[in-house]
């Protein structure tokens, strides 16, 4: 490797809180009884689920959910809606519950909201996230279905403004499109403005890690992006990097490393999502050292 290349692994990547609890979680029960079912990836990183995989956590479905009696289940930190719980209720399910606690926090938030009657009708909940995702799933489930989930301004046209309006973020958002949504919805809420109320509830050890992954990616002339296929925050993480620095590139295992993507001379970044685990940043910096030897 040139003396003057350096491979530096970001230090502020890798796993959020809540996945760290969710993984030690699992971890601990497949030391003391070699199997454990856990509804949905653990975590949005193909890598980290085969390694645990190899353990013995079998991941199942949501309909596979129903025909499990006597089991023991790991719940992940995106969170469930109550229908999962009576489940594993009539079941007999033991559940391990891992749901980050921010999460939990929001679920009791906008089920508190739901059940609102001061107005004489329950208001309107409104979640900024995106449609399908096991977080957002979780929270829908919390207002019996009820709450509408909106992706962008766009989705606002078939919002009735002259309810009372709730509005909630999926923890793992970015802030600048959530205080877009807010500023949208006043500006149709128009005189009314008073019946609609927001509530920040954004993850900030996610929401943090933006400007700080960009000062990283703007440090090195190459970055290599390290995330799962299935990871939303990673793909906002890796859009970021790339803003600042074009040749950033996205990689899911040290596999799909290219010569051509590396000059003499440069200095390298690893960095991953927040659902990256740091033994794989750490695996793809190895082989590009061993690339540059």
Wanted: glycine letters at 8%; charged letters at 30%.
């Amino acid at each position: 490797m040139s003396p003057k290349s350096r491979v530096e692994v970001d230090a502020a990547s890798g796993f959020c809180f809540g996945v760290v609890t969710a993984i030690r979680k699992a971890e601990e029960e497949l030391e003391s009884s070699g199997r454990l079912y856990c509804l949905g990836d653990i975590v949005h990183n193909a890598a980290e689920v085969e390694r645990l995989r190899r353990k013995g956590l079998v991941t199942i479905t949501h309909e596979e959910l129903k025909n499990l009696h006597g089991v023991k289940v790991l719940l992940r930190a995106h969170g469930e809606p109550p229908s999962t719980y009576e489940i594993a209720r009539r079941n007999n399910i033991e559940i391990i519950d891992a749901t980050c606690p921010v999460v939990l926090q929001l679920q009791r938030r906008i089920k508190a909201s739901a059940e609102e009657t001061d107005s004489g009708e329950e208001p309107l909940v409104l979640i900024y996230g995106k449609p399908g995702h096991a977080e957002v799933n979780g929270l829908v489930g919390q207002t019996d279905g009820k709450a509408v989930v909106i992706r962008d301004a766009a989705d606002l046209d078939d919002v009735d403004f002259s309810r009372d309006i709730r509005l909630y973020s999926q923890t793992t958002k970015s802030l600048e499109g959530f205080r877009e949504i807010v500023d949208e919805i006043k500006r149709r809420k128009g005189e009314s403005g008073d019946s609609f109320r927001w509530y920040d509830t954004i993850c900030r050890q996610v929401a943090n890690r933006i400007p700080k992954i960009k000062e990283f990616a703007h440090e090195h002339d190459v970055v290599i992006f390290v995330g799962g296929a299935k990871s939303s925050n990673g793909k906002v993480l890796y859009s970021e990097c790339l803003s600042v620095n074009p040749r950033t590139y996205f990689v899911s295992d040290p596999s799909e490393l290219r010569d051509d993507w590396f000059k003499d001379g440069d200095t390298i970044g690893i960095c991953g999502a927040t659902s990256t685990p740091g033994w794989l940043m750490a695996e793809v910096a190895e082989s590009v050292i061993s690339q540059k030897s």
